[in-house]
């Protein structure tokens, strides 16, 4: 560490730093406390040069502006923000009873559990919208949970405010967790961001009361399709209530999705626990859950603040059995029709050495208007007609892309000897790679 974090073993002469609870690409977190007050904090610890490396600085600045802003009980609280010549310190609301993705992987919530949660989730982005904020990754990943069961929003890294909008009054940026993305967001034609984020409350919404997502598909292009129609069904046990407020929190149409507003006045979403104590229940459950999980103090920390400053390594969770197998995985390759692989490179230049390739060996090249998508065309006949290559582009934040490269046409060995032969050897400097050298996913 630097020589002012281990002058008299204390982070800028008054924080003590205690155990890591969790480390992600760009970011530590430690237990901190703070020396003048007996206070406990998560320090999270961001690395500039890495930030700086892959274009995430103004998103670093972003959370920091957004999490000044948006103080309220269900939201994650910063109380400060250091800085040295190598890192940046976030003193951070030390919340420890675990990530809300936690509870819901050991199964679907009783109704009245999840009801609370949802109403606190409601709260705290009614709060943020209040304000000119809107979320854009909302899932239950960045939900914590405090010691009393009370749920925290974390991670405001991918936020937008109100000044963001163009002049149509939209935003225009594709980012977000697929699983979680509202449709019009996928469309690339503006969205609303306090339309967008209802939509991913729906989408928790559905996951707590089912323990499963709403829109699943191995392939991440057929899921779109999914989220674009809003093709889901509920399961047999939701309520009538549940299943009313569902449909219209996951109206594909923002023009007609529910409202807050409209949320709040809803019946399901009015009923109380017992004895009209709000989130009473909630924290008699938990309760119960957290006698078994009092060795994880700070878990939620490794998970779900520090690591989520870079959205891009969740998609791999969107579904079971979703494939990200990287381009340049060499088991099994002979057998893949379709690849992967993702990258920190503008679309723009995915597209020009696709280009670059596609004229190495007499390819025709024929791409979209806005540069998401290519097809490239062999002119030689092959043992099944010629060979064409499909290429789509997929901006999972504004600094982070994947990039899906699939056989359109011709024969599958000839496509592996192009993918071996030309293609892997083009796109290996734009390739991701975790620090271990590794192609994305770790």
């Known amino acids: 560490m630097a020589t002012e974090e281990k002058n008299k073993g204390l982070l800028h002469g008054k924080y003590e730093l205690g155990r890591q609870l969790g480390h992600g690409t760009f970011a530590k977190v430690y237990h901190a406390r703070n020396v003048h007050t007996g206070k406990s904090v998560a320090m999270k610890v961001v690395g500039k040069e890495k930030v700086i490396k892959v274009g995430m600085m103004d998103q670093v600045k972003r959370e920091i502006s957004v999490m000044k802003m948006v103080r309220h009980p269900n939201i994650v609280e910063l109380y400060e923000v250091m800085a040295s010549r190598s890192k940046i310190y976030f003193a ?94 996928i469309g690339k034609k503006g969205y609303d961001g306090a339309k967008a984020d209802i939509w991913s409350c729906g989408v928790i919404l559905y996951v707590l009361l089912a323990g499963f997502l709403p829109f699943q598909d191995e392939n ?51 009923k109380s626990a017992p004895n009209n104590t709000k989130f009473k229940a909630t924290k008699s459950w938990l309760e119960e859950e957290e006698e078994e999980e009092e060795e994880e103090e700070g878990v939620l920390q490794s998970k779900g603040i520090e690591a989520k400053s870079f959205n891009a390594f969740h998609i791999i969770s969107l579904s079971e059995g979703f494939d990200l197998s990287p381009l340049f995985e060499e088991k099994k390759r002979e057998q893949k029709e379709e690849m992967r692989f993702a990258t920190t490179e503008p679309a723009t230049a995915v597209v020009s050495k696709l280009e670059e390739v596609a004229k190495s060996v007499k390819f025709s090249v024929k791409k979209s208007g806005d540069e998401s998508s290519l097809r490239l065309q062999g002119n030689e006949v092959g043992r099944k007609g010629r060979l064409g290559i499909a290429a789509e582009i997929f901006a999972v934040t504004p ?44």
């Open 399 to 442: 600094s982070f892309s994947m990039v899906e490269v699939k056989k359109s046409s011709g024969d599958t060995l000839e496509y592996n000897q192009f993918c071996s032969k030309e293609l892997r050897p083009a796109l290996n400097d734009i390739v991701w790679r975790s620090a271990g050298g590794q192609t994305f996913p770790a």
């Open 92 to 185: 951070m609301e030390l919340v420890r009873g675990g990530e809300l993705f936690s509870k819901i992987a050991k199964g679907r919530l009783p109704e009245i559990v999840a009801r609370s949660y949802f109403q606190q989730l409601i709260s705290a982005v009614d709060f943020c919208h209040s304000r000119g904020v809107y979320h854009r990754d909302l899932k239950p990943e960045n939900l914590l949970l405090d010691d009393a069961g009370n749920l925290k929003v974390t991670d405001f890294g991918l936020s937008a405010f109100s000044d963001h909008l163009r002049q149509d009054g939209l935003l225009h940026t594709t980012c977000g967790t697929p699983a979680y993305v509202a449709p019009e967001i």
């Open 220 to 270: 991440i292009v057929s899921m779109y399709r999914k989220i674009y129609r809003g093709d889901f069904k509920c399961p047999p046990w939701f309520s009538s209530d549940a299943r009313r407020l569902i449909t219209k929190l996951l109206d594909p149409n923002p023009g007609s999705r529910i409202t807050i507003s409209k949320i709040m006045e809803s019946p399901w979403f009015k």
